[in-house]
T-cell receptor, first 110, second 114 residues
Framework: LAKTTQPISMDSYEGQEVNITCSHN???????ITWYQQFPSQGPRFIIQ???TKVTNEVASLFIPADRKSSTLSLPRVSLSDTAVYYC???????????FGPGTRLSVLP | SAVISQKPSRDICQRGTSLTIQCQVD?????MFWYRQQPGQSLTLIAT?????????ESGFVIDKFPISRPNLTFSTLTVSNMSPEDSSIYLC???????????FGDGTRLSIL
């Protein structure tokens, strides 16, 4: 299983871009990388998923280098409501070998 | 994405008893999973709920302690058996479609054992 590491916490100010990196050195060929946001008393909410290079949607971008041993979630212009815990998940198509990262607690300050 | 409902949302139980948690999805899904999340911690996969067959458990989790049912493509249950205070945790259900579709989660069941 791909072991993942993330920074425990990060602070940012409103309007700034935030980049959170997840390391997954032994990622397998079939593994995808997915990022989730979790607020207190709620389940994780899907943000973005990718396999390689760059993926962008309406809320975030995901950068994955060629060796795929890390990934970076980029949140443009964060607001106070982006204060949450962010998890990376590495796993394959077949519903097995899922490993959640330890999570990064992002605090957005006014 | 699918709407996932978990029941109960929270409960307080006596040690030695068992509790069954239900997960209902508003559409048919290929895969359903059960996770445990201890306070302030990340999520740990307990098992994959297989429709029509026995669940597939991760290392450290056994069927006698966490029996799982999945009678159809929209419903699953997780039972936490013979509970002890160490079982106090949040239990989450997730679902996903075929291929590389992402998982989507319910809001969890917050379980406290006295």
């Amino acid at each position: 299983l791909a072991k993942t590491t993330q920074p425990i916490s990060m602070d940012s100010y409103e309007g700034q871009e935030v980049n959170i990196t997840c390391s997954h050195n032994n990622i397998a060929t079939n593994d995808y990388i997915t990022w989730y946001q979790q607020f207190p008393s709620q389940g994780p909410r899907f943000i973005i998923q990718g396999y390689k290079t760059k993926v962008t949607n309406e809320v975030a971008s995901l950068f994955i280098p060629a060796d795929r041993k890390s990934s970076t979630l980029s949140l443009p212009r964060v607001s106070l409501s982006d204060t949450a815990v962010y998890y990376c998940l590495v796993g394959d198509d077949y519903g097995q070998n899922f490993v959640f990262g330890p999570g990064t607690r992002l605090s957005v300050l006014p | 994405s699918a709407v996932i409902s978990q029941k109960p949302s929270r409960d307080i139980c006596q040690r030695g008893t068992s509790l069954t948690i239900q997960c209902q999805v508003d559409s048919q899904v290929t895969m359903m999973f059960w996770y445990r999340q201890q306070p302030g911690q990340s999520l740990t996969l307990i098992a994959t709920a297989n429709q029509g067959s026995e669940a597939t458990y991760e290392s450290g989790f056994v069927i006698d302690k966490f029996p799982i049912s999945r009678p159809n493509l929209t419903f699953s249950t997780l039972t936490v058996s013979n509970m002890s205070p160490e079982d106090s945790s949040i239990y989450l259900c997730s679902v996903r479609g075929q291929g590389n579709q992402p998982q989507h989660f319910g809001d969890g069941t917050r379980l406290s054992i006295l």
